[in-house]
């Protein structure tokens, strides 16, 4: 189920963390020559057991920690020297787990805010964010503090998109919602990549979050442990018993 090392040499997936091995400033390494990719159109999660290193794993694509192995490529270029500002430049969205909208600005300052990078005219961007997004049309002069924990993560997402970027990364996205508002921002992100971006997802529902997913990593100690498609991580015996609760 692993990656085979031909399969990885014929085609370069669009983002791709490779081998990445790294920590926090002079900490010890968290990351063990971990990989995590995703190409356009795929929902590719990380999953596995607190503590394994998976908003680290992401963390380390965007740039948040240093890498003293590996490398990190984006759409055929290397851009593991860029800083994270330099890598939203390049086409990353990153959505964190916390403090990830402006509470005291309105639904439509916060979109307005993800178009800081851009020169061009976003209102387009905009309704195609409040098409994919309806509750935000509706509550788009209200203060974004105000809204529900769902509602929230959707104006974290729609300003995410305001970029225009050429990969979404979300960072554990249903952390302490309900389980029937999971089930619409799976929705909601299933949507979005279909208009073609990849999504490369953090989630602690690791079964929920497979059944979603065209690809899963299952990272144990920050390694990779186990690599396959959804379903197949879903029907793995060894995965079942040791992540999904049998």
């Known amino acids: 189920m692993t990656q085979t090392a031909a399969a990885t040499e014929t085609t370069t997936p669009f983002l791709i963390g490779d081998a990445m091995t790294g920590g926090y400033g002079s900490g010890a390494d968290i990351l063990h020559a971990c990989t995590i990719a995703v190409n356009p159109g795929e929902i590719a999660v990380i999953v596995g057991p607190n503590g394994a290193g998976k908003s680290t794993s992401m963390k380390a694509v965007f740039g948040m920690l240093n890498l003293r192995e590996g490398h990190v490529m984006l759409d055929g270029a290397d851009i593991s020297h860029l800083t994270p500002q330099a890598r939203v430049a390049a086409g990353m969205g990153f959505v964190p787990q916390t403090s990830n909208i402006f509470t005291s600005m309105t639904v439509e300052e916060n979109l307005e805010m993800g178009a800081f990078i851009r020169k061009d005219d976003f209102r387009t961007t905009m309704e195609q964010v409040y098409d994919l997004f309806p509750i935000l049309r509706e509550k788009r002069k209200q203060a974004a503090g105000e809204l529900s924990g769902g ?48 999504i490369l997802m953090v989630e602690q529902n690791a079964r929920q979050a497979l059944e979603i997913a065209d690809r899963g990593y299952v990272l144990v100690q920050g390694r990779n442990a186990y690599t396959g498609t959804g379903k197949e991580l879903l029907a793995d015996p060894e995965v079942r018993k040791s992540f999904l609760g049998g």
Do not use: H, N, Y
Request: hydrophobic share 45%; aromatic share 2%.
């Open 151 to 198: 509602q929230r993560q959707q104006v974290a997402v729609g300003r995410a998109l305001m970029t225009q970027p050429k990969v979404l990364m979300l960072d554990e996205p249903t952390a302490g919602v309900s389980p029937i508002v999971m089930d619409e921002l799976f929705d909601r992100i299933i949507e979005v990549s279909r208009t073609g971006i990849p």
